[in-house]
C-alpha cells in the first residue's frame, strides 16, 4: 500500500489537499526531511553515500526485526503461539530485505572500498548496538559486547536488560516445558547473561516433537519458522561474508576486528541449534 499519488492533473482525479499550515502530514509521520539528511559524507568518493545509505537503511531492518523477535518472545511467554508465529513470520519478510541490502556493496573492488575506508575511522558494524540486540535475542550473549557502548547510557541500559533477559530460543524452551517436555533445568535456569549453548536432551525433545508431526503440529510450525529464521541468519552471516572477502580480501578489518577471519567463524555457527541436529534421529 503506498502513501504517494499521482499527478492529479495528468489523471483528471480531484485534486488532493496541498495547502498545510506546517510540515506535511506525510513528513510529520515518516520524518522523512530527517532521514535523508542523516548522511554526512567523510569523503569526495561518491560511492561512500551508497555505502553510508545502505548501513543507516541495514540499522533501520536491525529496529524492526528486534521488534517482531521481542513481540514473538513476549507472545511465547504468554504462551499466544500463533500471535509469535504471525511475527517471526513477518520477520522473514523482513530478513530478506536485510539481506537485499548487501547487494549494493556486494560488488566493491577493493580499489572502491579503499577510497573511503579510512573515512570510517575505527567504525565497524559489530559496534551496533541495535545488531547487538539481534544476537542477543538470538541467544548469542556476550557481556563484553557492552563495553563499546558504555559513553552513550541510554544504548548500554538497553543493551544490558537485553543481555539478562531470555531471548527468543529460551522462551520456546520455557514454552515447551511447559507442555510438558523434558527440558533440563540446567538449560531452564541457565544464566541468561551467557551465550546459549547446545543440550542432547533438547535435541532428544525436538526430536521426539517431529517425529509426530500430526500430534505436534502447532509446535512443529513454530520449529519450522524458527528454523527459517535461522537459516536466513545464516545467509545474513555468509552474505557478509562474500561481500567482505571481494571488498577488502583478508585484511584486518575496520575497528581493529580479525576482518574475513572473524566472520568466517561466525559464517559456520548456527543459531537454535538442537532443532538443526534434531533433524538427523526423526
Not at 492529479?8 to 526531511?33: K, N
Not at 545509505?53 to 528486534?66: D, R
Not at 584486518?252 to 561466525?266: D, I
Request: without cysteine; negative net charge.
Amino acid at each position: 500500500m503506498s502513501t504517494f499519488h499521482p499527478d492529479p492533473e495528468a489523471t483528471g482525479a480531484e485534486t488532493p489537499h496541498l495547502d498545510f499550515a506546517g510540515t506535511t502530514p506525510y513528513e510529520d509521520y515518516v520524518q522523512a526531511d530527517v532521514l535523508t539528511h542523516l548522511q554526512h559524507l567523510r569523503s569526495d568518493d561518491p560511492g561512500e553515500m551508497v555505502f553510508l545509505v545502505t548501513t543507516q537503511v541495514m540499522e533501520l531492518w536491525f529496529t524492526v526485526i528486534v521488534h517482531e523477535w521481542e513481540t514473538a518472545a513476549h507472545a511465547l511467554r504468554e504462551d499466544r503461539i500463533p500471535v509469535a508465529r504471525d511475527a517471526l513470520k513477518r520477520s522473514l519478510r523482513e530478513l530478506e530485505a536485510l539481506n537485499a541490502s548487501w547487494k549494493p556493496l556486494a560488488g566493491l573492488t577493493p580499489a572502491q572500498f579503499n577510497s573511503y575506508r579510512g573515512s570510517l575511522g575505527e567504525g565497524s558494524g559489530f559496534q551496533s548496538a541495535m545488531y547487538r540486540r539481534m544476537e542477543f535475542l538470538l541467544g548469542d550473549k556476550s557481556a563484553s559486547m557492552l563495553v563499546p557502548h558504555r559513553g552513550a547510557p541510554r544504548v548500554h541500559a538497553e543493551l544490558e536488560k537485553a543481555l539478562q533477559e531470555p531471548g527468543l530460543y529460551d522462551e520456546t524452551l520455557a514454552l515447551l516445558a511447559r507442555r510438558g517436555y523434558a527440558v533440563p533445568r540446567s538449560v531452564l535456569e541457565r544464566d541468561l547473561s551467557q551465550k546459549y549453548e547446545p543440550s542432547p536432551a533438547v535435541e532428544a525433545v525436538w526430536a521426539e516433537i517431529y517425529a509426530d508431526a500430526d500430534q505436534n503440529a502447532e509446535l512443529v510450525r513454530l520449529g519450522e519458522v524458527l528454523t527459517d529464521v535461522g537459516e536466513l541468519v545464516w545467509r545474513w552471516r555468509n552474505d557478509h561474508l562474500t561481500a567482505t572477502r571481494r571488498a577488502m580480501g583478508s585484511k584486518t578489518g575496520t575497528g581493529g576486528s580479525a576482518g574475513v577471519a572473524w566472520l568466517e567463524k561466525r559464517a559456520t555457527k548456527s543459531v537454535f541449534p538442537e532443532l538443526w541436529t534434531a533433524r538427523s534421529h526423526v
